[in-house]
């Protein structure tokens, strides 16, 4: 199975802060990475596929990059709305696999 | 608008069956893949595996191979997800997602307690 290690575990971090979540894939994934921001009894929302393009009513302070087999989720200026957990999620084969999540909070 | 609407939660007694629902609406349903995926408490996602209404096909991650059974009925456009030979550690969330993983149901909790 492909592993996805996501890290950090926790990010603490201030409102205005950019903030960037990074998850290495074990094996080549190309382009076929999600990032998916859930919020405490909700369900996961997807927030970027194919590595870097923006979800349909996401804001554009979200983005998704790669570089190699680091695929990064950058929140350019943190908003108060944007505390969650975050998870990214390869599709490029089966078993489909998730990085075990970040929490973001406050600092 | 595209829908997933899961069924109630249960509450379910070890070593039984149980058997969830997720009604689509809003888009082809026999088109369209449908992922299932578990988030067991306090823990992060895991994908159980998905089917194709239009021609039932499956693919199941193999940690539940056995214990996740995946059907579809094109009549009434809803997927469904028995898991069977239940114990504490199936206590979960269970999500559907749509084939592109972009709307999601809003899951169903399986407790396993006698």
């Known amino acids: 199975d492909i592993q996805m290690t996501q890290s950090p575990s926790s990010l603490p971090a201030s409102l205005g802060d950019r903030v960037t979540i990074t998850c290495r894939a074990s094996?080549?994934?190309?382009?076929?990475l999600r990032w998916f921001q859930q919020k405490p009894g909700k369900s996961p929302r997807l927030m970027i596929y194919?590595?870097?393009n923006l979800a349909a009513g996401v804001p554009s302070r979200f983005s998704g990059s790669r570089s190699g087999s680091d695929y990064s989720l950058t929140i350019s200026s943190l908003e108060s709305e944007d505390m969650a957990d975050y998870y990214c999620?390869?599709?490029?084969?089966?078993?489909?696999?998730f990085g075990a999540g970040t929490k973001l909070e406050l600092k | 608008q595209v829908q997933l609407q899961q069924s109630g939660t249960e509450l379910v007694k070890p070593a039984s069956s149980v058997k969830i629902s997720c009604k689509a609406s809003?888009?082809?349903?026999?088109?369209?893949?449908m992922h299932w995926i578990r988030q067991q408490p306090g823990n992060g996602l895991e994908w159980i595996g998905w089917?194709?209404?239009?021609?039932?096909?499956?693919k199941y991650n193999q940690k539940f191979d056995g214990k996740a059974t995946l059907t579809a009925d094109k009549s009434s456009s809803t997927a469904y997800m028995q898991l069977s030979s239940l114990t504490s550690e199936d206590s979960a969330v269970y999500f559907c997602?749509?084939?592109?993983?972009?709307?999601w149901g809003q899951g169903v909790m399986v407790t396993v307690s006698s």
């Open positions: 997602a749509t084939g592109s993983l972009d709307y």
């Open positions: 809003g888009y082809t349903f026999t088109s369209n893949y």
């Open positions: 089917i194709y209404p239009g021609n039932g096909n499956t």
């Open positions: 094996q080549d994934i190309g382009n076929y």
């Open positions: 194919g590595a870097t």
């Open positions: 999620l390869q599709s490029k084969e089966s078993p489909f696999t």
